[in-house]
Structure formats: C-alpha cells, structure tokens
C-alpha cells in the first residue's frame, strides 16, 4: 500500500479528471468549486478508500484523522461545528462512483442534527417547523439507509400523522406535529434497529460514510452494473457537503436543468423546478414540478445567476450538463453537475451542434456519439397514418415505439417477459427496486414524474421506450389496472407508447421505418428541404467515419437484394456469401440426388443440373456488387442439413411399410439420413471436408464462379470474385482444394478466352488454422476470420445450444459480461486472431484480412478488429452503417 496515499480531498484539491479517484459527482464539485461557482464547501473520500474498506471490512487507519483534518477545516471556514447546540454545521453524505448510477447507492441528508441542535438549527432559521422536519427526514433516512430500518414504517407513520390531522400533505403537519413524529420515528429505530437514533453527529457522519461503502454492493447496484456493463471492482467515492436548504419558505426551492434538451439536442432552458422542497424530492418524482422557465418570474436573480452558469458549463465541458441547483432564500447554490446523458438522437444532434459552434472538431464528435445509438436510431418507429386511439399524454422521456400488455409491477413484467410475452411497465413513478422489471419491459410509462424522474434517467440510460408524468392515467397498483379518462386498462391489455411524442394509445399501433433508416436507404436525403435535422446530423456524423476510418466494411450477403440493400448502406463489397443458402427450397430436390447417387454418372448428372442454377446466383450477386469484391463461400454445412428429418421420415416410411406401399426414394433416402447422421456435426463433415470427399462438388461451384465471372466480363461488368475454403485446418486441406480449383478456372479461361482473375483464399475458423496461420497463408491469399466457430471450438461452447442453456448463469457469475458470441474475447479467441495475422502477414506481405463473424457488426469488437490490423469486417447488411461508425470511432 502507498504510505502517502491520501484517502480525502478538499472540494478546492480535486479536479473533473479525477473520477477514477473522486467519482464523477466529487469531481465535478471539485471542478466547479474551481471555475468559481457557488457550491457549499465540502470534501470528498476517495474511492481507494472505499476499496479498502470493502476488502477489509474496515475503514482504513488513516481515515479517520484525514476525515478529522477536513472537518476541522470546513467547520472554519463555515464559522460552526458539526451538530453544534446552538448552531449547528449540517452536511450531507452523498455517494459518489466513477460512472453515475442513479438512486442505486445511499445517501443521508442533515447529518449533524440532534435532539439538541435541532433547537439551535430552529433558531438560525428562525422556522421550528423546518428544523423539526429536518429532523424527521434526518431520521428516517439514516434509519432507512445506515440502520436498515424498513423504509415503509416511517411512511406509515407520516401516514398516520397526517391521517390524525386530517390533512393530505407533508406541509400541513406543523412543528408540534413533526416533534410528535421524531419522537415515533426514534422508537421505530430503537425497535427495528436495536439501538438508540446516534446523538453524536461525528458518529452519524461515519456511520453513514461506511453505509455509503457498503451500498456499492447491493442488489440493485450489481444488477445496474451488470446492465450497465459498469466494472465491480470501482468502489465508490463519499462526498460529505455542507447543508443548503431548499425547504425554508416560498423563497428556496430545489431544480435539475440541462444546458440543451437531452431528448432533441436543441438549446434552450431545459429542467424543472420545486419551490420550497428539499434535494431529494425532485429526482424521486413525488410532487409536481414545474418548468425551469418559471423560475424567471418566481425568482429573476437566482434565474439569471443559473443561466449564466449553464453557459460557463457548457463552454467548459464543452458538452451537454445536468446541473442540480438549489435556492436558499434567494441564494443560488450549485449541487452537482456532470456530462448529462442524452437520447441517441440528440447525442447525433448535439455532436454536431458543438461542431458548428466551434467547441469541438470532427474527431471529437465521432466520439460524442456510437454505434449502439445509431442502432436505436435505426428501429422502426410508430405509422403516423394508422388509426389510433390515443389514451393519454405525458413527457417523452426516451425515445422508440413500444407496444406490450400492460403490466403494473416490476414481478409480473419479468414473469411475463420471461415466457415470451411483450410487456409495458407501467408505474406511478418508479424507484431502484423497479429496475428488474424496467430491463424486462419493452417500454415504461408513469403517471408522475418529469425527464429527470428515476424512471426517465434510467430507461434514457438502458435506451428503452419512456414515457413519464402521463397524468391523466390513473394508475391503480392493487387492482393492476389504469384508468384514463373513464377507459380502464387492465393488466393484460394491449397498450402502445411512443417515448418521441410522449402519446400513449390503446391497443397496437403499427410502426414504420425510421428516418435514418430511409436515409441510408437513399429514400430519403441528407439535403432535401424537408431532411430532418437527426438525418442531417448522422449524415455530416457518418462523413467524418468514413473518411477518417481504415477499416473497410463489407457485407454477409447471399442474394442480389440483400447485396443491393448492402451497398446502399456503405458495403464496400461482400465478404460472405454463404452458398448453402442457395441450395435450399426447389433445388433441395437436386441436392438430395446429388447425396444418394449411386454412381459416377448420377452425381455428375445432380451437379450437372445444380451448376447452371448456382451459375445465375452469382451472375446476379456480381452485378449487385459490380466493381466490388465478392467472397463467395464454398459449401459449408453437414450434408444432413439438406435431407429431410430423421423422424419425420422414418414415420413416413413406417406408414408405407404398414400399407405394402413401398417408396424406393424415400427408403433410399432414409438409409442416407442414417449414414450421414453425426453425433456433433458441427464438428464432423462440412466444410472443406465435403469438397474433399464428395467429388465434384466444390469444383462444381467454382465452375459456377468462374463462368458467372466471365459471362459479367462480356457483358461490360467488372466482378470481383473471390473464392473461400470454408473450415481448414490444415495446409494440406487447401492446397488439394487450391490445386482443382485452379485447374477448372484455367479450363473456363480456355473456354471463353477471358482472362480470368480469380482469388482464393480461406476462412480461419477452428484453433489450427490459426496455431498455423503462417504455413495456411502459403497456400491462401486471403483469410476471412470465422469468429463464429472459431469461438464455439476456442471455448468448446455449441454456438446453438449454450446461449440458452447456461450463459445467464455465466453472466449472472461474472464469468463473462457478455456473451463471447456477440463481442469477441479479446484474451482468448482475440489473442489466436491477433497471432494468425501476425503469422500470416509474415508470409504473405499482401495477404487480405477480413473477419465475417458476427463479431464483424459488434461495434467493441470492430475496435479490436481495426486494432489488430485487419484490413475490413464483413456483417449483416443492417449493421453495416454500425461498422462504418464505429470504425472510424476507432480511427479518429
Ligand atoms: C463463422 O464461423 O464465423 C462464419 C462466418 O461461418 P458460419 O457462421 O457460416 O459458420
Ligand atoms: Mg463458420
């Protein structure tokens, strides 16, 4: 351990680069406390120390003098000791980590509050009533948080107090009734908790620093970290902040802002705002607030003091904030602020805003946005043409087009989005304990709340449908139904969410593509005066990828329409063609011949009928892709896969037994079934395999190849043809395979006179073909990495059954955070992949590399592909705008 660490920072020492250190709340407090803007003194405990105490389960030594030093300190400077009788310093302990995880860790207002300086707090107020119901909230939080008292007794309780009064609300209960309630409030501790509410408020400040330790490992916060794909192991940071009031009279109150629109990007005055509240009663969304705007008329100063500190923030950071502000008696206090987080659409619009003011340049915006929003942005949204019946309205909170049965808790959602069902959360607001079933829910919809509500920072942040604060639904929990305007939803029914508008409708509305997606599709353009501003914005955004990027992008393609979407949408060719593909529907007929010919004259009269056909399929795949390379595949798949089923096949001929009707074919075929049923086909005869003991069939389809290619040549095309070996592992397997092919492609060169050039190369999908890429690279002028098998064989993981069967419990563990079959495992397949075009590189100088697994669209896996030097991913045609971004995100 580092005998100099220091395990608390002044908010005056610590700076917005430190959030490894400081988490992202402490250290922008730091870094405003610098720019000179008001925030309450205070300081921070690192995150180090965090990691300690979770180790160790103590605070380390040094802690509590460090904390000692800084107290002493900041009681100077605010001229009043902690809990002090008379006048006491309150502050808040506020949890802190590196990325924000909103409402999943603790926090504690009023510490230093007692039964003694309760009377002091009365005094320097001049307000009993407010004294005393920081009290109460002091206790019930702390009991809550720090004593794991249940949070619900205390709701009650104010329940029954406000019942007794008969009054409905918190501000009705006056000082009287409030000392009444800390009195319940302590003896719901004493019983619950076992010991006495802490009077001494040095021992409630370290009792809630290590509750704030501790809440890092919660639940709710794994399983937000998990979602979040946030690392375990961070700690987080605890900030201890003197106390500002945003509770002392029509004067004070409590706001969240944004320095643009986080769902548009657009500039403006974005937030909301509650007079007279504490903090906490904005987020939670349990009072109404009102627009930022009014703030103007309900206090200009403080207005005005906030609007100019937006723009010294954004000019600053030089990106969108959110800022949390509170007034106390008319004096603006800032309380944290931070990179905010922001729509898809708007992160794309917000990018290159900056870029026109002058804040930021290309690169930088290209890191502004990523592949997964462009992935959003690419979903189809709700037909502004369909007949509707539209059931309310609330805030668009986070944008897509939901549709799912209604379902009114977080258990019932993931029951039934388990089974298979689509479902709508929908809640009066939603708190950290909703958050299973936000993950499981197709969309969330509340009845209170604004866009800074729990419910909205949280679907914002997982990109899910949200709309919020739809206060005409009245949402009915216990009988899980909703009513809006004398239409009762019940649990079950159909309901449909649109989070761009905010429109809620009844039953299923049908979506449309979006307008990103008519862009790349060319049906719609960047310049047209009608072009929205989002179409503009990825346009200018997808620009900059391609122009920086080194990666090239082909597609996984096996028809002229999918080639043609392909291209449409950046494909700079086609880096698979599988050809089984073509050997399915009317021609499996053909195929099946071909498997239970006899003799030499009847397989060559099934491949003899195939070839012409498989010779049009590439006709018609290389004028899709004309001027563009084409890798087409050689057959992969086991043969079985072309036959028909085993059991199906077997009780047809049962059938026929029993009725003496023997069919000659279908015997024949199934004796074919049994000899070539395998245990592990994906492991048996495919890939170069077939071409190797099945004579004629791979020289069939290159055969097709070469004469698609030269009948494109007379007719004025340029194909680009490339031929793969599918499944090598060996040299030898090649150059056999190398060796005929080249024979036919010279005879088809005799034929049409054409000079034919034609490459061949292979896939590198199995741990040989890698272990001896140098020697493969001999026989290969390219290679196509198949991370698809090539992960399956790595790992021995079945491609087809594991992700169902075991990889939750593997991800819910932490083996991994996320399936190796979607993003490459940089340490185990990455590392084989990294070595191959190392090796093959030294053989061949100009040897092609590519990868067409589907790692080739997963956008952290095309980083690890530009990084290692390939030369172009090849993916799905829809992911191919993902690639293209992302690529040159790992470019710039
Ligand atoms: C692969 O294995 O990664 C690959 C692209 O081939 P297929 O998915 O067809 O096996
Ligand atoms: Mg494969």
């Known amino acids: 351990e580092n005998k100099d660490q220091k395990f608390v920072y002044d908010f005056t020492e610590g700076n ?20 000179g803007l008001p925030v309450p003194p205070g300081f921070t405990i690192t995150t180090e120390a965090c990691k300690v105490y979770l180790e160790s389960g103590e605070e380390p030594a040094e802690l509590r003098d460090e904390v000692s030093a800084h107290l002493d300190a900041l009681e100077q400077t605010m001229g009043k000791k902690l809990g002090q009788a008379d006048n006491p310093l309150l502050v808040s302990v506020r949890s802190g980590a590196k990325f924000s995880m909103p409402g999943m860790m603790d926090t504690v207002l009023n510490i230093g509050l007692s039964d003694e300086s309760v009377a ?239 804040l930021i340049d290309e690169a930088e915006a290209l890191q502004r946005v990523n592949g997964a929003q462009l992935a959003q942005l690419m979903f189809p949204r709700f037909d502004e043409k369909a007949k509707t019946e539209l059931l309310g309205r609330g805030i668009a909170a986070s944008p897509g087009a939901a ?209 012409p056909q498989q010779k049009q399929d590439f006709v018609e795949l290389f004028e899709a892709m004309d001027g563009l390379p084409v890798t087409v595949r050689l057959l992969d798949p086991p043969l079985h896969e072309f036959l028909p089923d085993i059991t199906e096949l077997s009780v047809r001929v049962a059938l026929a037994e029993a009725r003496k009707d023997h069919n000659e074919n279908d015997l024949r075929l199934l004796q074919a079934v049994h000899r070539l049923h395998e245990q592990n086909p994906m492991l048996g005869l495919r890939g170069v395999r077939l071409g190797l003991v099945i004579p004629g069939l791979f020289t069939m389809q290159v055969r097709a190849i070469a004469e698609a290619a030269a009948q494109r040549i007379e007719a004025k095309g340029d194909p680009r043809a490339e031929i793969m070996i599918p499944l090598v592992g060996t040299v030898q397997e090649l150059e056999i395979v190398r060796e005929e092919a080249e024979q036919v492609i010279a005879e088809v060169r005799q034929q049409t006179g054409i000079d034919l050039k034609l490459a061949l190369g292979t896939m590198i999908e199995l741990p040989r073909a890698a272990l001896t890429a140098g020697q493969i690279a001999e026989a290969a002028e390219f290679f196509s990495f198949g991370t698809n098998d090539l992960t399956q064989t790595v790992w021995g993981f079945s491609r087809d059954d594991v992700e169902a069967s075991f990889f939750t419990a593997y991800l819910e563990k932490g083996i991994f955070g996320v399936s190796p079959f979607e993003t490459i495992d940089k340490d185990g397949v990455g590392s084989l992949v990294r070595s191959a075009v190392e090796a093959g590189r030294a053989t061949r100088p100009d040897l092609k590399l590519g990868v067409c697994g589907e790692h080739g669209g997963d956008p952290e896996s095309v980083h690890f592909f530009h990084e290692v030097g390939l030369d172009y991913v090849s993916c799905s045609p829809f992911r191919i705008p993902v690639a293209r971004l992302e690529a040159g995100r790992a470019a710039a």
């Open 403 to 611: 549709v799912g049965k209604a379902v009114f808790d977080s258990y019932t959602a993931v029951k039934w989005s388990r089974s298979g069902e689509k479902v709508i959360l929908i809640r009066r607001e939603t708190n950290p304990d909703d958050l299973d079933g936000m993950i499981a829910a197709e969309g969330i919809l509340t009845s209170r709340g604004g866009k800074t509500s729990h419910a909205a920072v949280v679907a914002r942040g997982m990109g899910k449908t949200c709309v919020c604060g739809a206060e005409e639904l009245e949402v009915d929990t216990k009988r899980r139904r909703m009513t809006v305007n004398g239409t009762v939803i019940e649990e079950g029914d159909v309901v449909s969410v649109d989070g761009s508008t905010g429109r809620v409708y009844k039953g299923e509305v049908p979506v449309v593509p979006s307008p990103v997606v008519e862009y790349f599709e060319g049906r719609m353009h960047a310049g047209a005066d009608d072009a929205d501003e989002l179409v503009q914005a990825v346009h200018r955004i997808m620009a900059y990828a391609d122009r920086v990027r080194r990666l090239r992008v082909r597609a996984n393609a096996d028809n002229a329409e999918d080639a043609l979407r392909a291209r449409r949408f950046g494909a700079q060719g086609i880096g698979l063609c599988r050809t089984e593909h073509m050997f399915l529907g009317e021609r499996r007929e053909m195929v099946e011949k071909l498997i239970l010919a006899d003799t030499d004259d009847e397989r060559e009269e099934a491949l003899r009928a195939l070839l």
């Open 120 to 358: 002091g707090l009365a005094q320097q107020a001049g307000d009993e009533r407010f004294a005393w119901d920081s009290y109460r909230r002091l206790i019930q939080m702390f009991g809550k948080t720090v004593l794991g008292v249940d949070g619900e007794l205390f709701e009650d309780a104010l329940d029954e107090a406000k019942a007794a009064k008969k009054v409905t609300v918190d501000t009705d209960l006056d000082a009287a009734d409030l000392k009444k309630l800390v009195k319940q409030f302590k003896k719901i501790v004493k019983a619950e908790a076992g010991r006495d509410f802490p009077q001494d408020p040095r021992e409630q400040m370290d009792l809630a620093i290590c509750s704030v330790f501790e809440s890092w490992n919660t639940d709710r916060a794994k399983l937000y970290r998990r979602q979040e794909r946030i690392p375990g192991d961070l700690g987080t940071a605890v900030n201890i902040c003197s106390m500002v009031f945003g509770n002392l009279g029509p004067d004070s109150g409590t706001g969240v802002a944004f320095t643009r629109d986080p769902a548009s990007g657009h500039q403006g005055v974005y937030g909301d705002y509650l007079q007279n509240a504490q903090g906490e009663d904005v987020v939670a969304g349990i009072r109404n607030t009102v627009p930022l705007a009014d703030l103007e008329s309900i206090d200009k100063k403080s207005y005005d003091q906030l609007m100019q500190i937006m723009e010294t923030l954004e000019n600053h950071y030089k990106d969108l904030c959110d800022i949390e502000f509170t007034i106390e008696r008319g004096q603006l206090w800032m309380l944290q602020t931070r990179v905010g987080k922001r729509t898809a659409g708007a992160a794309f619009r917000i990018a290159t805003q900056l870029v026109d003011q002058g």
């Open 16 to 35: 917005k680069e430190l959030k490894d250190l400081l988490g992202g709340k402490g250290a922008n407090l730091a870094e405003m406390t610098n720019l």
